[in-house]
């Protein structure tokens, strides 16, 4: 929860190699992928090599079903041998023993949780300069991963948020490899870019995306959305006055929706999606 609340940038050794290995490893990963688990979507798994993502026909096949997409094995393993990543994101969903983690997380802080998982091969990295707009545990399990962070930060980040171009790479506030069973607390909005430094790296990114104001904004603007009135489309009013007239509605009712909020409800509804 400090880590959280003061958004500092940690770095840990770890006491153990395998210490992370019985979250997920890459053994157990291969075998969700060749029971058919993944790819649950391609937005959820991805091929990718600093930012270039291979087209899905390469890689996939038809289930024997006929219904939906599975990984071709062999094909896949290919493309990981001439240094493409492997990038899954929410891989909690399916292994039970990261489930349970970030439910007692999210018990605990009341935010979203999610788990990714990247594994890198070859030289390089999964993806060019960039940041998170939530707050990262990164996990290392197996291999060796260069990190290297930039800055200045991008202040308290959100998801949708156009990001502000990349700060130059002279300005290194970190480089260090991380070995298995390393931390690293990467606040939300670090610059930062990582390059395999091992055959074969996977870790793991716990992912934080905590609740903030516009949230409140938009859970209001969606209460408001089924209010007959609201949806008029404004250019087919007939004159001056009616615009008037319906501007002061607009006040009335976002006023009396907010002056109605009550946090706790909230909180309550963003725990529950």
Not at 27 to 54: S, T, W, Y
């Amino acid at each position: 929860m400090t880590l959280l609340r003061e958004r500092k940038l940690t770095f840990l050794r770890g006491v153990g190699a395998d210490r992370y290995s019985a979250l997920m490893n890459w053994n157990l990963l291969v075998q969700m992928i060749e029971d058919g688990q993944h790819p649950p979507g391609l937005a959820e798994f991805r091929l990718i090599k600093e930012g270039q993502i291979p087209p899905p026909d390469r890689w996939l096949k038809k289930k024997p079903s006929g219904e939906g997409n599975m990984v071709d094995v062999p094909r896949f393993m290919a493309f990981m041998d001439h240094g493409f990543s492997l990038s899954v994101t929410r891989i909690n969903d399916y292994a039970p023993h990261l489930k349970d983690l970030t439910d007692s997380i999210r018990a605990t802080l009341r935010e979203q949780i999610k788990v990714g998982a990247i594994v890198t091969t070859g030289t390089g990295g999964a993806f060019r300069i960039h940041y998170d707009p939530e707050d990262l545990i990164i996990l290392q399990v197996e291999g060796r991963k260069r990190w290297k962070i930039f800055g200045p930060p991008v202040v308290n980040p959100i998801v949708g948020m156009a990001p502000p171009p990349p700060p130059p790479e002279d300005t290194l506030l970190f480089d260090e490899v991380l070995e298995p069973g390393d931390f690293l607390f990467l606040p939300a909005g670090n610059w930062h870019r990582c390059e395999n430094a091992s055959d074969r790296s996977l870790h793991l990114g716990i992912f934080f995306q905590p609740p903030n104001g516009l949230d409140v904004i938009k859970s209001i603007t969606a209460q408001l959305l089924s209010e007959d009135e609201l949806r008029l489309p404004l250019t087919r009013l007939d004159d001056a006055a009616n615009l008037t007239a319906f501007e002061t509605d607009i006040k009335t009712r976002a006023i009396e929706r907010i002056n109605k909020l009550d946090l706790s409800a909230f909180f309550a509804s963003f725990e529950r999606q």
